[in-house]
């Protein structure tokens, strides 16, 4: 008998890598030293985005928390495990590490040490790698001796401090600080780049930095944090200018690395920050192109797109290259939503290196007359489209109303690289946040008519 | 002097060709005998959604009617007419009659008749038609003795009947009801076809109807109205099976019909229900191909694709046809959008025939429990998708919340003649509306797999 596939981390790559592969008859052991099913269903994107929710919905911090524990099976992995098992996965609850891996001749052997102390090493015909990533603190002093959240700490907290300040600019930072503000708390956030969402366009993280502070937010950004110090009634962030912030508790979302510290693997198929380098069909490789045989990662740990949906499609492209339909994987129309409000969604190159831009107000649509006259509020956001040489759209970052709705059609845009021509050609419903698509089409196109001449 | 171009009536479609020949450098004389911007502005779309919102938005009628009559410009079009003006456009207050259509070595000529008699003669180099639609009564025997609206009379109106009867199934229908039930109405829905939307598949008429019920509308479905009498305390409609319906007020939405009555035009470029026939490049065209010079059509007279973005894009086409830089226009991918709640987007072809289609249901998306566990609704709804025999999405129906937001992506696949490799290959942002657009690809690639066996 060979040796059955061990996928090593049952987040969501994970999890379907391990599924896909017992529905298609493979034998398949599974290690989790945490929850089965990893952190989106738990604590992660799924509580995250059932606080926002319920925040975007007027519910208190009481209810929103009870519907944020339903959301999460009140953290409770039982029936997820039990949905494998049926499958006929083999689950091991412990701490999976590389002894051997696995060759073209030989199986990989994974040791797997249990809460209990005990271990157990079992063979691994080929191996997935799934482990994904965790937070790190900044490097503040004085920070490791105040009361500190992850954003899983948080996201399975019982109470709602007076006061947070979140430290970071990004999707967690600022989804985490709209939430805990509109349910209650006193929330200050501090990031170091110049802009919220600093991977984005400036406009669109100044953008949301109105909207958090039209909340009640404070926004500090371009900030760097000296140290952290006990105060009269809590804490205190000291600020490179003299300022100092107060709070109950710090949220820490300055960022994540990959999980692969004590996971044994060779060096040579890890990149900086830890994360294993993986080739298009998601087979980890050494930097020299050398390929691992029989080992394969999915996820965070990859380092490439830390969205669920990015491991779902990792996932995808495992089993396919495992099953013999193989098919290199594209991240080049996966989405980055932020599900703020207003929302967030970006794709592609958003940096403007090489791309030729437009934007368009989506004050200036009539769906955003409409709203306003009829619900009295100020419509906010944008889009800004990015094109190349040829004229193909490469990017594009949204923000506002709807916008991780209306701006799947950008990203399927980049995804199938369909360009001005086409694009600018296609009718959008009137009227819709969608009709904010085509005037900066229309102005790329006209420069590239311009260019042309 | 070369005598002007004349467009025949001033709707999104006629004011937009209008507008960009006058920016153009063009001699642009416009024929309107309502108000300049046709219905869209003042009578249709735009008030038409403002009311929807506003109902959506639980406000009372009176707060409704005054937020709808702000945003239709209080049906004044004097700041409309005077930006063409502005632009050199001269606007003549009448109606258009064809008096000599415009030939290859002669112009045409147009009479103009005003409101108080006079009329006046102009020379046309080349003519644009657009005037437009207008809704027909059905023939009930009795109808035209009661009060009835048509949807631009409702749409004005500054009462609100305690009764009201909307009589049809399609777009203008099914937003009129719902509005003026959430508004305080009682609305009772009588359709002849078997399902409400009848051109789109029956379950997205179906969920439609639940949804109207919910909202207490009365829906019936597959009737025939017999006749109209009066009743003592307003009027009643007779069903062919017995049922009396009684109503202050009928609201008339059973059709359009092209409005090209006496307006001179020439039989033979005329179709049935007195549309008229155009080519790709939006030139009136006979039967037989025959195209007449310097004569173009478009918006609603057309029958093509009555909606406002349509009559746009057909503008477009116009516009780039008489200064040289023609392209066909394409209709694969106009969205049918209807505004209820939930929304329904359709796009290309969802008849079924000649296609293979699979569907999923909203409810089964992590958004939609999101929203439940939050907010303590059920959602309804779902996607289906059409692809022809070379596995090209050709199609697309979906109902449900953001509907009109998140299918924008489905219209885009259509125009773009995307195939379900590309698609199912397609990264989905978690959790968002459009992750319920994976499965149905993936079964309809499953069976594609097969059939390939």
Known sequence: MSAPDVVLGSGSGGKMVAQQLAEAGRSVVLVEDGLVGGYCPYLACVPAKSILLSAHHGLSWVAARAVRDDAAAHRDDAAAAQAL????????????????????????????????????????????????????????????EAPTWTSEEALAADELP??????????????????????????????????????????????????????????HVGTTSERVTRAADGWELHLADGTRLG?????????????????????????????????????????????????????????????????????????????????????????????????????????????????FDLADVERAALLETSQGRTIVGGVELFVDDAGVLVGAAAIGEEADAWGAELSLAVRARLDLDLLTHHVRAF???????????????????????
């Open 247 to 359: 709070t109950d508790r710090f949220l820490l979302a300055t960022g994540r690395v990959p999980s692969t510290d004590g996971l044994g693997l060779d060096d040579r198929w890890l990149r900086e920050k830890g994360a294993v380098r993986v080739d298009a069909r998601c087979r980890v490789v050494a930097e020299d192109g050398e390929v691992a045989p029989e080992m394969f990662a999915v996820g965070d740990v990859t380092g490439i797109a830390t969205y669920t949906h990015a491991a779902n499609h990792q996932a995808r492209t495992v089993v396919g290259e495992i099953l013999g339909r193989g098919r290199d994987a594209d991240y080049s129309g996966v989405p980055r939503a932020v599900y703020t409000s207003p929302p967030v969604f970006c794709v592609g190159d958003t940096s403007g290196e090489g791309t030729r831009s437009a934007r």
């Open 85 to 144: 098992r049926d499958l006929g996965i083999r689950i091991l609850r412990g701490r999976g590490r590389v002894v051997a891996e696995p060759g073209t001749d030989a199986p990989g052997r994974i040791e797997v040490t249990f809460p209990d102390g005990g271990t157990e090493t079992v063979e691994a015909g080929l191996l997935v790698l799934g482990p994904g990533s965790h937070a790190v603190a900044p490097p503040v002093p004085g920070l490791d």
């Open 162 to 219: 007076g006061r947070v300040l979140v430290l970071g600019g990004g999707a967690v930072a600022v989804e985490s600080a709209q939430a805990l503000q509109r349910l209650g708390s006193r929330v200050t956030l501090v990031q170091r780049g110049e802009h919220l969402l600093s991977g984005e366009p400036a406009w669109v993280g100044e953008t949301l930095a109105g909207a958090l502070r039209a909340d009640g937010v404070e926004v």
């Open 431 to 453: 009227p819709t946040w969608s009709e904010a698509i085509l005037p900066p089409l229309e102005e790329l196109r006209g420069r590239t008519a311009d260019q042309a001449r």
